[in-house]
DNA sequence: GGAATTATATACCGATCGGTACAAAAAATC
DNA sequence: GATTTTTTGTACCGATCGGTATATAATTCC
């Protein structure tokens, strides 16, 4: 009951998400964000609450689409394939065409007024998550014997995540994807590559 | 002649880098900079001409203060001292106890409103001319056979930048520098340790 | 066709943004 | 000591910030 909705809301956070993502939580006003959307303010308010509530959705939606391949990443069987899978696909989406460069995790927040501590804040537990998931996944491969000797496994994961955070800095930078390609393939040199008979 | 300044325009400019380096450009506030640097607005527009005038007189600061050990780096005698020096200033610098965690050149202005456009360009051609300095330095080095073989001198050049800039999120993040120390081993790994005999 | 409910548009709120006008204060010059 | 020059403190500027009060429009329920 009641008015209907004269906007779809997934499509008016799919533009948030974009204004985010290219200009930085602080960067984005209200005025970028509801003439971007579509809507007025208080449509905006209704529905997203304010403007850091429509923050941490549309945050909520890049990494449920732009990252899903991390998770997706994770499930390989060989622990060489899942950093070779999670640093390309973060080139990818730091370098697709329709997308603004580099990562929304790392513009949105990375330097800011207290008045986004709490989001700068959010952001980085973002970080620390997953690199924990990853250095966990490393972990495994370490008792299956499917590392290379003499790491640990939270460093290696902390080691892929630092290309990965670095690549999203070049890519901000105007870098294009086969570059990013190339310090990708430097950054794996000293792992060894899987031999047919190994899989 | 004229009535004598009351501070120092060093000890402010000093100040003024430190809170750009922590807040970013649009992060830091007028306010923020007055308070912080102990002086009025006239005294601040007087002597630094506007708030951009005083980013790029801190940035200069900055340049010339905490990253001197990278055109000290440039003249060792070897590429692969070269590119150790260069990280482990990077790390340093981005996780001295007593300044902000991470790298002011990526703080100040990653993702911003169009305001800020100006500087954000002008942090990017920093980068840039970083990074263009090391792949001169490696080709070099390539001439007179310092480089691991199979290597672009302007490749390896990003890829000693995309791992600095790595860092700089990490130290953002909260990363120790010993932990900085041990993803900079494993991103040196595949480039031979000087023998005794080539020095 | 009301009554109730929800979304819209307009117009506004106090606070803060970067920046400045103006006059008093403190020094050097004559 | 008067004049000139520069810095300082105060008080202010228009613009924009995130956020909201209010009234009207559009729908469903009865």
Redesign the pocket.
Known sequence: ???????DVDEALETAMELFWRKGY?G?????LTEGMG?????????FG???GLFLKALERYERTKMAFFHKALEEPRARIVAEKILHGFADAQTADKDPSGCMGINGALAC?EAAAEIQKCLIENRHRGERELGRRFERAAAEGDLPPGHEPHDLARYIMTISQGTAIQAASGADRQALYRVIDMALQFWPELSPQDS
Chains 1, 2 share one sequence.
């Open positions: 009951m009641g008015r209907p909705r004269e906007f602080e984005t006003s209200l005025t970028d809507i007025t303010k208080p449509s905006l308010y209704g529905v304010n403007k850091e007024s």
